[in-house]
């Protein structure tokens, strides 16, 4: 097929927009998204100026979704002197894996020259992720403790590196599987957890008020153009899945919502357009029905709304091992 603007070599058709495009048309396609994510979520503030920039980090693991993101971002703010862009790599301890990703993180941020962060579990929490698996002190999927120990460093390195928003590549995929595991779990609080007011996405925040704003540019982009776009721009992406990656649910949403945009062109699009109205109505009926008050954890100080934060309580289940 031809490409409908130009009339070269189509290397892509969206089934859910009809569109055939070449390379050329379909990366502009992909950036012009991101930028309207962005316009739209109000991400650069208007208090920005030269100077006082504000200060985004990018949540970098190495994989095509935040290489791509980070290699956007630089693209359109790299010159910007609003703006100042900060890569911040985890090193959850994956023999084997995650060396690989950040190899493909260090190569992106020298060719780019921008300033990069890297923060690993065992020299933060004394634990490598492996060790984790290993032992399962709380007989969980591996995933469950790796995404209470990202998150904190997230967000605790973020606010340490003076950030004003923290950037992640979570793609159009990803929300719309969440968005649906959600709903099918009868998770309202969830829903309402993962809606960000500030700025019109959804963050991950599970027991904090006082956290750095979360944006994801990409969440308009489906996971296939993500690792095209990648492709095409010749980036240095790590794409192989992670040895202790077991959220078999998630793949059988992973499967369905395939199977349903396949048939019906547009389902995730949809899903997420919903799911973003639902999300504000839970999240105001939560924050006028419950106070909620919060305190600070007493093992590490994090904001939490119990006397121990579940990153402080998974790390002692390891240590009574």
Same mark, same amino acid.
């Given at each position: 097929?031809?490409?409908?603007?130009?009339?070269?070599?189509?290397?892509? !058709?969206? %089934?859910?927009?009809? =569109?055939?495009?070449?390379?050329? !048309?379909?990366? /502009?396609?992909?950036?012009?998204?991101?930028?309207?994510?962005?316009?739209?979520?109000?991400?650069?503030?208007?208090?920005?100026?030269?100077?006082?920039?504000?200060?985004?980090?990018?949540?970098?693991?190495?994989?095509?979704?935040?290489?791509?993101?980070?290699?956007?971002?630089?693209?359109?703010? $790299?010159?910007? #002197?609003?703006?100042?862009?900060?890569?911040?790599?985890?090193?959850?301890?994956?023999?084997? @894996?995650?060396?690989?990703?950040?190899?493909?993180?260090?190569?992106?941020?020298?060719?780019?020259?921008?300033?990069?962060?890297?923060?690993?579990?065992?020299?933060?929490?004394?634990?490598?992720?492996?060790?984790?698996?290993?032992?399962?002190?709380?007989?969980?999927?591996?995933? %469950?403790?790796?995404?209470?120990? /990202?998150?904190? *460093?997230?967000?605790? @390195?973020?606010?340490?590196? $003076?950030?004003?928003?923290? *950037?992640?590549?979570?793609?159009?995929?990803?929300? +719309?599987?969440? +968005?649906?595991?959600?709903?099918?779990? $009868?998770?309202?609080?969830?829903?309402?957890?993962?809606?960000? =007011?500030?700025?019109?996405?959804?963050?991950?925040?599970?027991?904090?008020?006082?956290?750095?704003?979360? +944006?994801?540019?990409?969440?308009?982009?489906?996971?296939?153009?993500?690792?095209?776009?990648?492709?095409?721009?010749?980036? #240095?992406? !790590?794409?192989?899945?992670?040895?202790?990656?077991?959220? %078999?649910?998630?793949?059988?949403?992973?499967?369905?919502? &395939?199977?349903?945009?396949?048939?019906?062109?547009?389902?995730?699009?949809?899903?997420?357009?919903? @799911?973003?109205?639902?999300?504000? *109505?839970? %999240?105001? +009926?939560?924050?006028?029905?419950?106070?909620?008050?919060?305190?600070?954890?007493?093992?590490?100080?994090?904001?939490?709304?119990?006397?121990?934060?579940?990153?402080?309580? &998974? &790390?002692?289940?390891?240590?009574?091992?």
């Amino acid at each position: 097929m031809d490409c409908d603007r130009c009339g070269d070599d189509a290397v892509m !058709h969206a %089934a859910y927009s009809g =569109a055939h495009l070449c390379a050329d !048309h379909f990366t /502009r396609s992909v950036e012009k998204r991101v930028r309207r994510r962005i316009r739209e979520d109000s991400l650069l503030s208007k208090d920005a100026t030269p100077e006082e920039p504000e200060t985004w980090v990018i949540g970098l693991s190495g994989g095509k979704d935040s290489v791509v993101l980070t290699e956007i971002l630089y693209e359109t703010f $790299g010159k910007d #002197p609003r703006v100042e862009l900060v890569a911040l790599s985890i090193h959850e301890g994956i023999e084997g @894996y995650r060396d690989e990703s950040l190899a493909a993180s260090e190569e992106l941020t020298d060719r780019l020259e921008m300033a990069h962060k890297v923060v690993g579990y065992e020299e933060e929490f004394g634990v490598k992720m492996d060790e984790v698996v290993e032992e399962d002190p709380e007989n969980m999927a591996p995933c %469950a403790y790796c995404g209470v120990f /990202r998150r904190d *460093l997230l967000e605790s @390195y973020a606010e340490e590196l $003076g950030a004003d928003k923290l *950037l992640t590549g979570h793609n159009l995929d990803d929300e +719309a599987q969440t +968005a649906l595991m959600n709903f099918l779990e $009868g998770d309202v609080r969830q829903v309402a957890k993962h809606f960000d =007011a500030s700025l019109g996405g959804f963050d991950e925040r599970e027991e904090s008020d006082s956290f750095v704003p979360r +944006a994801k540019p990409l969440r308009d982009v489906p996971e296939k153009e993500v690792a095209l776009y990648a492709h095409l721009a010749d980036l #240095p992406a !790590h794409i192989t899945e992670c040895p202790h990656a077991s959220e %078999a649910y998630r793949g059988e949403i992973q499967e369905l919502l &395939l199977k349903l945009e396949e048939n019906h062109p547009g389902t995730r699009h949809s899903i997420m357009s919903g @799911y973003e109205e639902l999300a504000s *109505l839970a %999240a105001a +009926a939560y924050d006028s029905s419950e106070g909620g008050e919060l305190k600070e954890c007493v093992e590490c100080g994090s904001t939490t709304s119990g006397e121990v934060c579940r990153k402080c309580r &998974l &790390l002692t289940s390891m240590e009574a091992i």
